[in-house]
């Protein structure tokens, strides 16, 4: 059973930056893809970004790219998102889910990923 654990997230003001870590446990992360997720209040959940498992693919929706990088540290079981440039449409839960069936590449989509973090969240405000 895969299970996934976010940290990092807390208030910040526009412009500032957040670097989101997702831990993965019970298994090895070499035989995972990962994808970030947000959810706002009274919004639908939108994927964010994913890595495919040898971090040569990533994928980032049209609002963060540019301002945000998705990394992965095998060797430590962790995969990173690093936030910059941050303004209050980014507010939101942010979960990070896995994949471990075989999909090439990675996908934005929420129903290709099997296992879901609880989520921090990420305020921007002043």
């Known amino acids: 059973q895969v299970q996934l654990v976010e940290s990092g997230g807390g208030p910040v003001q526009p412009g500032g930056s957040l670097r989101l870590s997702c831990v993965v446990s019970?298994?090895?992360?070499?035989?995972?893809?990962i994808g970030w997720f947000r959810q706002a209040p009274g919004k639908e959940r939108e994927g964010v970004s994913c890595?495919?498992?040898?971090?040569?693919?990533?994928y980032y929706v049209e609002s963060v790219k540019g301002r945000f990088t998705i990394s992965r540290d095998n060797a430590k079981n962790t995969v990173y998102l690093q936030m910059n440039s941050l303004n209050p449409e980014d507010t939101a839960g942010y979960y990070c889910?896995?994949?471990?069936?075989?999909?090439?590449?990675?996908?934005?989509?929420?129903?290709?990923?099997?296992?879901w973090g609880q989520g921090t969240q990420v305020t921007v405000s002043t």
């Open positions: 019970g298994g090895t992360l070499d035989n995972v893809v």
């Open positions: 890595i495919s498992r040898s971090a040569n693919s990533a």
């Open positions: 889910a896995a994949r471990r069936r075989y999909i090439y590449g990675c996908s934005g989509s929420e129903s290709a990923y099997d296992y």
